[in-house]
Antibody
Framework: QVTLKESGPGILQPSQTLSLTCTFS??????????VGWIRQPSGKGLEWLAN???????YYNPSLKNRLTISKDTSNNQAFLKITNVDTADTATYYC???????????WGQGVMVTVSS | DVVLTQTPPTLSATIGQSVSISCRSS???????????LHWLLQRPGQSPQLLIY???RLESGVPNRFSGSGSGTDFTLKISGVEAEDLGVYYC?????????FGGGTKLELK
């Protein structure tokens, strides 16, 4: 059974660095073709792709945020991470991680973690 | 970036009615490897998105067969043949052919 769960700080102040963790089970990020992506959704709005990381440590970032994003993984502990530097109120959203399977579909999603940026 | 335009933005349906949602891409989603990485998601109120259809027309395991996907190139359609109450929510198309991945703006399915 595949599960993913996001964790994060809940609330942080502008200019701080947001650190998110995706802890998953039921698959391995060392398996050929597997990936994990991060997606966010401001309240009442649509979905925005942030970044993804593949089994071979290849990484892709949304160019609109690229300078602020860092994605990484810990294969041994079945975790993926996302850091966003210099946050502001526009980064307030629910953040999801999702598994990316061989044909690129986001087939399993975490429950999401709400992050609020406020002074 | 590839822009995915979904229409209509809102769809009102009665139970049992068949409906279709369109997703048009600003570029062809046919990858050089022959695959088309266009998928459909449903986000029910208060829930995470879930995968319905992948690679244009492949039904995800456990998804009812009243859902179907079709299309090619830049034009894609999700059809629900006989809406049920549990189908209400927001539908998104998402493409993975071109980096960065992009989502459509969503289509909200409501009960009439």
């Amino acid at each position: 059974q595949v599960t993913l769960k996001e964790s994060g700080p809940g609330i942080l102040q502008p200019s701080q660095t947001l650190s998110l963790t995706c802890t998953f089970s039921g698959f391995s990020l060392s398996t050929y073709g597997m990936g994990v992506g991060w997606i966010r959704q401001p309240s009442g709005k649509g979905l925005e792709w942030l970044a993804n990381i593949w089994w071979d440590d290849d990484k892709y970032y949304n160019p609109s945020l690229k300078n602020r994003l860092t994605i990484s993984k810990d294969t041994s502990n079945n975790q993926a991470f996302l850091k966003i530097t210099n946050v502001d109120t526009a980064d307030t959203a629910t953040y999801y991680c999702a598994r990316i399977e061989g044909l690129g579909a986001l087939d399993y999603w975490g429950q999401g973690v709400m992050v609020t940026v406020s002074s | 970036d590839v822009v995915l335009t979904q229409t209509p933005p809102t769809l009102s349906a009665t139970i049992g009615q068949s409906v279709s949602i369109s997703c048009r891409s600003s570029q062809s989603l046919l990858h050089s490897n022959g695959n088309t990485y266009l998928h459909w998601l449903l986000q029910r109120p208060g829930q995470s998105p879930q995968l319905l259809i992948y690679s244009v027309s492949r039904l995800e395991s456990g998804v009812p067969n009243r859902f179907s996907g079709s299309g090619s190139g830049t034009d894609f359609t999700l059809k629900i043949s006989g809406v049920e109450a549990e189908d209400l929510g927001v539908y998104y198309c998402v493409q993975g052919t071109h980096a960065p991945r992009t989502f459509g703006g969503g289509t909200k399915l409501e009960l009439k």
